[in-house]
C-alpha cells in the first residue's frame, strides 16, 4: 500500500527536522527555563506521542525502555536539573521512534478507527495528525533556535534513500 510508504517517508522527514533542532541547540537553551517548556521537553513531548499514536491503541501502547511518563504532558515540566535529559538521551529516543515507526506503520489498518478515544478518525487522518505535531514543535524550536546565531537547519522534504532513516 502506497499510502503507507509516504507516512513513513513524511514521519521520517519530520523527526529529522526535528533531529536537526536538537543537535544544534546549545546547552544553555536546552534547559532554558525562560520558557514554560524547556527545549528538551518540547523535543521529549513531540517524539512520546509520535510513538504512542504509531501503535493500534492506547492499550497497545508499548513504552521505550527508558520511557518517563513525567515528560509527556507539556501542562507542567518537570522541576529539578537533576532530571533533564541529555540530547544524547533524546536522541536516542528518537532513533527508537524511528526504528519502531518502520515496523509499525506495515501493521496499521489505515482504515481502523484512531485507537485513542479522545481522536474520533481513522488511523490515515490519526498519522497525519501526528506529523502536523511534530511539525508544530519543530517550527517551535526552530523559533527558539533563531537568535542563537550560526544554525543551520534544513527544510526535510521527504525520507531519501541517501539519508539514513
Known amino acids: 500500500m502506497r499510502e503507507k510508504e509516504i507516512l513513513k517517508s513524511q514521519v521520517a522527514a519530520s523527526l529529522d527536522m526535528l533531529r536537526q533542532a536538537i543537535e544544534q541547540c546549545p546547552q544553555a537553551l536546552w534547559q532554558d527555563r525562560a520558557y514554560k517548556n524547556p527545549f528538551w521537553h518540547v523535543a521529549y513531548h513531540a517524539i512520546f506521542y509520535t510513538h504512542f499514536y504509531l501503535h493500534p491503541s492506547?492499550?497497545?501502547?508499548?513504552?521505550w525502555?527508558?520511557?518517563q511518563a513525567r515528560y509527556v504532558s507539556l501542562?507542567?515540566?518537570?522541576?529539578?536539573?537533576?532530571?533533564?535529559?541529555?540530547?544524547e538521551e533524546?536522541?536516542?529516543?528518537?532513533?527508537?521512534?524511528?526504528?519502531?515507526?518502520?515496523?509499525?506503520?506495515d501493521g496499521l489498518d489505515?482504515?481502523?478507527?484512531?485507537?485513542?478515544?479522545?481522536?474520533?478518525?481513522?488511523?490515515?487522518e490519526l498519522q497525519i495528525y501526528s506529523i502536523r505535531h511534530i511539525m508544530q514543535h519543530v517550527g517551535e524550536l526552530y523559533e527558539r533556535l533563531a537568535?542563537?546565531?550560526?544554525?543551520?537547519?534544513?527544510?526535510?522534504g521527504m525520507k531519501s534513500a541517501d539519508r539514513p532513516s
Do not use: T
Not at 501542562?75 to 540530547?87: C, L, M, Q, T, V
Open 58 to 63: 492506547e492499550n497497545e501502547y508499548v513504552p
Open 65 to 67: 525502555e527508558k520511557h
Open 75 to 87: 501542562e507542567e515540566s518537570p522541576a529539578g536539573s537533576a532530571e533533564i535529559p541529555d540530547k
Open 90 to 105: 533524546v536522541l536516542a529516543y528518537l532513533r527508537f521512534c524511528l526504528e519502531q515507526m518502520e515496523i509499525l506503520v
Open 110 to 124: 489505515l482504515q481502523a478507527e484512531s485507537g485513542f478515544y479522545w481522536l474520533p478518525c481513522d488511523k490515515l
Open 147 to 156: 537568535p542563537w546565531g550560526d544554525v543551520e537547519l534544513g527544510w526535510v
